[in-house]
Antibody, heavy 117, light 112 residues
Framework: EVQLVESGGGLVQPGRSLKLSCVAS????????MNWIRQAPGKGLEWVAY????????YYAETVKGRFTISRDNAKNTLYLQMTSLRSEDTALYYC??????????WGQGTLVTVSS | DVVMTQTPVSLSVSLGGQVSISCRSS???????????LSWYLQKPGQSPQLLIY???NRFSGISDRFSGSGSGTDFTLKISRVEPDDLGVYYC?????????FGGGTKLELK
């Protein structure tokens, strides 16, 4: 069974940093690209970043470019999102999602990031 | 960026009925490789989104044949037949043809 478990969220002050993790199981993690997708409270879905299976290709949304860094450790079956210079508008539930054929095929349960003073 | 526009914003349906949701993109979703990466997701209350349809019309693993996707270019439709209580929630279309991926604003399916 495919499982994605996010962690690392919490309450953080504006301008500070936070690192999210997503541990994968039930599939060969190193074979798949991965995405981070977020959802602000009561709002729709916003794609954040993508990393290819071997980390050769990385893309970011303009809203986070230069502040967020996506990475992965295939030996640990873990995806990361390093977030710096956090803003109130970054407050959201952050999901990791396995990439298959241009879609998010499997999603974790999400980890909540709240940016507030 | 590709803008995805979903209509309607909300939809009321009777159990056993049929509904259609429309999704339009601001530009063609045909990739250079010939594929069209348009997907549909359902987010049930309190849950993560789940993939229903990928590449316009392909049902994801375990998805009922009551769900069907169609369309091409910039116009796409999701049809749900014989609506069941477990189908209620918010439906999103999304494009994966180009980065950044973008999603429609969602369509909330409720019981009449």
């Amino acid at each position: 069974e495919v499982q994605l478990v996010e962690s690392g969220g919490g309450l953080v002050q504006p301008g500070r940093s936070l690192k999210l993790s997503c541990v994968a199981s039930g599939f060969t993690f190193s074979n798949y690209g991965m995405n981070w997708i977020r959802q602000a409270p009561g709002k729709g879905l916003e794609w954040v970043a993508y990393i290819s299976s071997g980390s050769s290709y990385i893309y970011y949304a303009e809203t986070v470019k230069g502040r967020f860094t996506i990475s992965r450790d295939n030996a640990k079956n873990t995806l990361y999102l390093q977030m710096t210079s956090l803003r109130s508008e970054d407050t959201a539930l952050y999901y990791c999602a396995r990439h298959v054929l241009g879609a998010g095929a499997y999603w974790g349960q999400g980890t909540l990031v709240t940016v507030s003073s | 960026d590709v803008v995805m526009t979903q209509t309607p914003v909300s939809l009321s349906v009777s159990l056993g009925g049929q509904v259609s949701i429309s999704c339009r993109s601001s530009q063609s979703l045909v990739h250079n490789n010939g594929n069209t990466y348009l997907s549909w997701y359902l987010q049930k209350p309190g849950q993560s989104p789940q993939l229903l349809i990928y590449k316009v019309s392909n049902r994801f693993s375990g998805i009922s044949d009551r769900f069907s996707g169609s369309g091409s270019g910039t116009d796409f439709t999701l049809k749900i037949s014989r609506v069941e209580p477990d189908d209620l929630g918010v439906y999103y279309c999304g494009q994966g043809t180009q980065y950044p991926w973008t999603f429609g604003g969602g369509t909330k399916l409720e019981l009449k």
